[in-house]
């Protein structure tokens, strides 16, 4: 039974039109999208998920999309407490706060196909690395990863998770803007991993000349609608 579908007679089906129903989790917080024709309606809403779905401690919806230098989103709490939480992936514990650190669960196999080409010994240069869905990974792949990142709330998450998931060792974080050529470390790099922010593009020509030749680029450009990524070898 989807969300929806619970929600039939406690709410006018009238207000539920184009409601999916569909919800967003990260670790124990579950996010969901209210359209207007439901506001009013956001604790019940709540309270439905809560009941229906064992685990969730949280239900949150967006109130600000993803803006800004540190690509964070803000998020209002419908029921429980807090927006911390501590989400597992592909065996890997991330611990975050969602209100100031970009993170998205819906990339979780696209992080396990691309670390999984990673090999012990590499160098891996990580820009935008956040709270480090893909340093973390990389590391424990036997890598010696350098990870960059402007958000000190997000290098701080990368420190505690380093920590977690016991790669101290492998993990070097920087904390600036990977755009500034003075802050990143020389090449070369066996291999670069760019989440690019939305129009960055132009981060590719810096990082590249990190890498050294025969190495491997994978970058994401975001594009309106749709998360893109590409696979280039030097």
């Known amino acids: 039974?989807?969300?929806?579908?619970?929600?039939?007679?406690?709410?006018?089906?009238?207000?539920?039109?184009?409601?999916?129903?569909?919800?967003?989790?990260?670790?124990?917080?579950?996010i969901v999208n209210i359209p207007?024709?439901?506001?009013?309606?956001?604790?019940?809403?709540?309270?439905?998920?809560?009941?229906?779905?064992?685990?969730?401690?949280?239900?949150?919806?967006?109130?600000?999309?993803?803006?800004?230098?540190?690509?964070?989103?803000k998020y209002t709490v419908i029921a429980g407490t807090g927006t911390v939480t501590t989400h597992h992936e592909n065996g890997f514990s991330y611990r975050l706060d969602l209100n100031t650190s970009f993170f998205t669960p819906r990339l979780a196999h696209e992080r396990m196909r691309v670390t999984g080409q990673v090999q012990a010994g590499e160098r891996v240069l990580v820009p935008f690395s956040g709270l480090g869905p893909f340093v973390i990974p990389a590391a424990t792949r036997g890598a010696t990863v350098v990870a960059v990142d402007k958000?000190?709330?997000?290098?701080?998450?990368?420190?505690?998770?380093?920590?977690?998931?016991?790669?101290?060792?492998?993990?070097?974080?920087?904390?600036?803007?990977?755009?500034?050529?003075?802050?990143?470390?020389?090449?070369?790099?066996?291999?670069?991993?760019?989440?690019?922010?939305?129009?960055?593009d132009e981060i590719l020509g810096l990082i590249a000349s990190r890498v050294r030749i025969g190495g491997m680029l994978h970058l994401y450009l975001q594009k309106p609608g749709a998360e893109r990524n590409a696979r280039t070898r030097i």
């Not at 709540?46 to 239900?59: E, M, P, Y």
Request: proline share 6%; charged share 20%; hydrophobic share 40%.
């Open 1 to 30: 039974m989807t969300l929806s579908d619970g929600l039939n007679g406690s709410i006018p089906a009238d207000n539920l039109q184009g409601f999916s129903g569909r919800f967003d989790v990260i670790g124990d917080i579950a």
């Open 36 to 73: 207007s024709t439901l506001q009013g309606y956001e604790k019940m809403i709540a309270g439905a998920i809560l009941v229906h779905r064992h685990g969730i401690r949280t239900v949150v919806k967006k109130s600000r999309d993803v803006a800004g230098d540190f690509r964070t989103a």
């Open 151 to 200: 958000n000190p709330d997000a290098c701080h998450w990368l420190d505690e998770n380093i920590k977690e998931n016991r790669v101290s060792g492998q993990v070097t974080v920087i904390m600036g803007d990977a755009f500034n050529p003075r802050l990143l470390p020389s090449g070369p790099f066996d291999r670069a991993i760019i989440p690019a922010p939305y129009g960055r």
